[in-house]
C-alpha cells in the first residue's frame, strides 16, 4: 500500500495541515509562528508579528507544557526551541534580523537541551546545502553583535570522572 506525501511548503497544504493539527486558534498561530521561521517565510512572520505575536512562542508538540516566566506563558514541548531558535538553525539571515527587532524578543532563550539561538547557528551541520552554511555563519555573527552568547554546557560525569 503506497503512501501519498503532502508538500507542506505549499501554502494550501501546509494551512490544512496545520489546521487539522491544531486544537484551537492560539495554537494554529504558534503553529504558523514556526513555521515561518523555520522555512524563512518573511511574509507569514510579518503579519503575524503585525498582528501581535510573541516572537518568544516555543515549539509546539504533544504533550506540551504551559509554564509561566518572568510573567509570559510559554508553550514547552520536549526541545523548548522558539521562532529564533529555528531561524538560526536554518540560517534565515532576514527571519532573525526581523525577530530580533522586536523589543521582546529573548535573543539568549535557551531549548531542552540548554542551547541558546547562537549555539545552533554555530552547530555544524554536515549535510546542509552550502548555502545554509553560509546563512548560519551569518547569523552567528548578527547574533554576537546583538549579544547573544552561546550557553555553558554542564560537563558530563562519568564513572571514571568528569568528560
Known amino acids: 500500500m503506497a503512501t501519498m506525501?503532502?508538500?507542506?511548503?505549499?501554502?494550501?497544504?501546509?494551512?490544512?495541515?496545520?489546521?487539522?493539527?491544531?486544537?484551537?486558534?492560539?495554537?494554529?498561530?504558534i503553529a504558523s509562528m514556526l513555521f515561518a521561521a523555520e522555512s524563512g517565510d518573511m511574509e507569514e512572520l510579518n503579519m503575524l508579528l503585525e498582528f501581535g505575536m510573541n516572537p518568544n512562542v516555543l515549539e509546539l508538540?504533544?504533550?506540551?507544557?504551559?509554564?509561566?516566566?518572568?510573567?509570559l506563558a510559554?508553550?514547552?514541548?520536549?526541545?523548548?526551541?522558539t521562532p529564533l531558535h529555528l531561524a538560526a538553525w536554518m540560517g534565515h539571515v532576514e527571519v532573525v534580523e526581523k525577530l530580533l527587532e522586536h523589543?521582546?524578543?529573548?535573543?539568549?532563550?535557551?531549548?531542552?537541551?540548554?542551547?541558546t539561538?547562537?549555539?545552533l547557528a554555530v552547530l555544524e551541520q554536515r549535510y546542509s546545502k552550502q548555502s545554509i552554511k553560509d546563512g548560519k555563519q551569518?547569523?552567528?555573527?548578527?547574533?554576537?553583535?546583538?549579544?547573544?552568547?552561546?550557553?555553558a554546557l554542564p560537563k558530563k560525569e562519568y564513572p571514571?570522572?568528569?568528560a
Open 103 to 115: 523589543p521582546k524578543c529573548m535573543i539568549n532563550a535557551l531549548d531542552a537541551h540548554q542551547r
Open 74 to 81: 510559554l508553550v514547552r514541548d520536549g526541545y523548548g526551541r
Open 138 to 151: 551569518e547569523v552567528a555573527a548578527i547574533l554576537r553583535k546583538r549579544g547573544g552568547r552561546r550557553a
Open 160 to 162: 571514571s570522572g568528569p
Open 61 to 71: 508538540c504533544v504533550p506540551c507544557v504551559c509554564e509561566v516566566r518572568s510573567g
Open 5 to 29: 506525501s503532502v508538500d507542506l511548503s505549499l501554502p494550501p497544504a501546509k494551512a490544512q495541515f496545520l489546521a487539522k493539527e491544531a486544537p484551537n486558534e492560539e495554537k494554529f498561530c
Open 117 to 119: 539561538p547562537l549555539g
